[in-house]
């Protein structure tokens, strides 16, 4: 039986390989009907449904037969095995370059489509990016860490605890800045956490994400790692930051600050967008331009001053998004569940209905910290001005000027921290990390992210 059957082979498929004398890598020919089919097999993830093969065409596609489809396959050519299993990366150094870290959770820069499903399976390792992008060695003498390994919709905020203790730890080391391989379905939520939970920040802390899977033609998984890597490596910031293409084609990235950036489309490249602001700056074949001045620069901190992490964070506390007809049944479940805290994402410049303010009053008389933030997202929040807002602040609701992300994100945080009701209040309205601004940057929202076009 072939030592190296590919993962996922393991009824069908496994007769199958067996039969033909078939290793991943091999180079195949197979017939189906009247088409040929040449190419390289893939080895099939654990999550994948058995009774098919993959192959890697010439043209870069890949395609999944099912094995019970197929007339004949012929090994037209061996393969050594390749290691799939991460035993970490030892490259030569330079000590001319700087010095990276690539930390790995998951998601799909980290992962690929699975050709007989569509879906996108976890299959990368961070090593594999980095044999898969090797641009990366001009860059930097890179590092790769796994911390985790998991889709971002699994995140959590114990997550975003472990991945801060690592960055705190790195940025407490001799090295030029930390990227951070992330799913892009809650990115935001973790760059938001972690420009919170670290303190003291002595270099870049770059997230970064592809909307499409590494192994498409289509993917934006390349560009963005080296943009990321780059602006790790080099750039004059000491900040929490994400950096993802900022236009269709694979030209420049933006730089997002963590606190302002969120996803605004499903499936484009250029899907992550500053909200309220224009981005920090952008970065266009390895040249960094600012665009904002308020930014901590790396050059300008104390080096001699540690990066410290929080210890705790608070997980039970949820946001509710504010819409016709919710129930105030809603806010009682997640006071009766325990929960210390609640962000609302609420309707024009801060509301909820009035049939749900008793539940609100009950929350907040036993200690449940309730915070408003908006789902419009651009503007802030004016509960002075109508008497719905009024009467909510009168019950204690804090108003939040922030992506509602972020008010999630600050208060698992604050209340991780402090259990002093003024303290909380204050920390959530006090600017810690660029998550409250003075005032709407006209280039943003009128003029989208200060482009023209």
Not at 315 to 344: N, T
Request: charged letters at 25%.
């Amino acid at each position: 039986m072939p030592s190296n059957l590919p993962k996922g082979y393991k009824h069908i498929s496994k007769k199958f390989f067996k039969e033909h004398d078939i290793e991943a890598w091999d180079k195949v020919e197979i017939k189906k009907g009247n088409s040929i089919f040449q190419g390289i097999i893939l080895p099939r993830n654990q999550f994948a449904e058995d009774g098919y093969i993959e192959i890697k065409l010439k043209n870069g596609y890949n395609i999944g037969i099912k094995v019970q489809d197929l007339d004949t396959v012929r090994v037209v050519g061996k393969n050594p095995p390749m290691k799939v299993e991460f035993k970490g990366v030892s490259v030569p150094k330079d000590r001319a370059k700087p010095n990276v870290t690539l930390l790995g959770t998951g998601g799909t820069i980290a992962s690929r489509l699975d050709y007989v499903t569509g879906g996108v399976i976890p299959a990368f390792q961070p090593h594999e990016l980095y044999a898969a992008v090797p641009e990366l060695a001009d860059i930097c003498n890179l590092d790769t860490k796994i911390v985790f390994k998991i889709f971002s919709e699994d995140m959590e905020p114990k997550n975003w605890l472990r991945l801060a203790k690592e960055v705190a730890s790195l940025s407490n080391k001799e090295i030029d800045g930390v990227v951070i391989g992330h799913g892009t379905d809650t990115i935001g939520y973790s760059t938001a956490a972690l420009s919170f939970l670290v303190k003291n920040l002595k270099i870049p802390v770059v997230f970064v994400g592809s909307q499409r899977s590494s192994d498409r033609p289509s993917s934006d998984a390349a560009m963005n790692l080296i943009h990321a890597t780059q602006l790790a490596a080099n750039g004059d910031i000491a900040e929490v930051v994400l950096c993802m293409l900022g236009s269709s084609s694979h030209t420049f990235g933006y730089i997002h600050r963590g606190t302002r950036v969120r996803k605004m489309h499903s499936s484009a490249r250029d899907a992550f967008k500053t909200i309220g602001d224009i981005p920090l700056g952008k970065i266009d074949h390895g040249e960094i331009t600012w665009f904002k001045n308020n930014l901590v620069r790396k050059s300008e901190v104390n080096s001699d001053v540690d990066t410290v992490c929080s210890t705790k964070i608070e997980s039970k506390c949820a946001l509710v998004h504010i819409y016709p007809g919710m129930s105030a049944e809603i806010i009682d479940f997640y006071i009766d569940k325990g929960y210390k805290g609640m962000v609302f994402a609420g309707t024009g410049l801060g509301h909820a209905p009035n049939h749900t303010f008793k539940a609100i009053d009950r929350a907040t008389s036993e200690d449940v910290t309730v915070v408003m933030a908006l789902q419009t997202l651009w503007g802030f929040t004016g509960m002075d001005v109508y008497s719905n807002g009024r009467k909510l602040k009168d019950l204690g609701v804090i108003p939040a000027d922030m992506i509602p992300e972020t008010a999630f994100a600050k208060l698992c945080w604050i209340l991780g921290e402090c259990e002093s009701k003024d303290e909380i209040r204050t920390l959530m309205i006090t600017n810690i990390a660029g998550e409250i601004l003075p005032r709407e940057e006209i280039r943003g929202y009128r003029i989208l992210q200060g482009r023209t076009e």
